[in-house]
């Protein structure tokens, strides 16, 4: 059995078995962190504390599941960095491009673990025989969790052959794959004209329910990649960039 991770062990010390009862503010209460909710100016979260009291401000003008993270990630920090007066921009808190040393990247970890414990989700995707975005946003309402956490929770599951890959108007900001998925897998720079994440970006494309099949010479070019297809689905994210989910053909991973 894997070990808990920390976020997962509080909350079962707690006694929380369900995503219902995950209250971020009633946790950061009995770990000594009151929560207040206010208009911050170009930052979504901060903590201020000494080594047993601490007073976590998060953005009250962000999306509802953005509040929910950015608190979980403040109680990161209080858990891993407590004593410190730490500033978390809106690019600070749930950017996987952090590297695993980053404080940054350990309260993002937490707060993951937090909102979407493994004992909870693994047991929720055992069964699961398909994926969709359709799929993801159920997953995400039970949790009351992002999409974006969510996909990326699953594609750390190493469950499903997929990747997500996030995309601003210049370049590509970030992606993550399955554990699974072999190194030359590794996704362009640049956006396809004929990817939906394009039209969806530049072409002012409705977001679909289901994956689209499309040849993986759009979004790879290692040699052999027009011999495959990939499923993608994207959807929009603040600040003019697209995540995209793209669920990879079996065969081209051995």
Sequence with gaps: MTA???AEKLLMELGITHPEEIDLEAIAWTLGAAVRFRPLDKSEATIVGSEKRAIITVNCTSLPVRQRFSLGHEIGHWHHHRGRVLFC??????????R???????????A???ILPGYMFGPRIVK??????????????EFNASRTATLIRLVESNRFPIMAVCH?????????????????????EELDHESIAFELLFGGASESNYP??????????????????V????????????????ILPEEGLE
Excluded: C
């Design 112 to 114: 993951s673990d937090l």
């Design 89 to 98: 921009g809106p690019r600070d808190i749930g950017n996987p491009a952090h």
């Design 168 to 188: 601003g108007q210049q370049k590509r900001s970030w992606f993550q794959r399955a554990p699974m998925i072999p190194n030359w897998w590794f996704p362009n």
């Design 231 to 246: 499923k993608e689905q994207s959807f929009l994210l603040p600040g003019d960039e697209v995540l995209t989910l793209l």
């Design 128 to 141: 699961m025989k398909r994926l969709s975005l359709s799929d993801i946003g159920e997953i995400a309402e």
């Design 212 to 229: 689209r099949t499309i040849g993986a010479d759009a979004w790879f070019h290692f040699r052999g990649a027009d011999r495959y297809e």
């Design 100 to 110: 695993s040393l980053d404080p940054e990247h350990q309260a993002d970890r937490f």
């Design 4 to 6: 808990l991770r920390p």
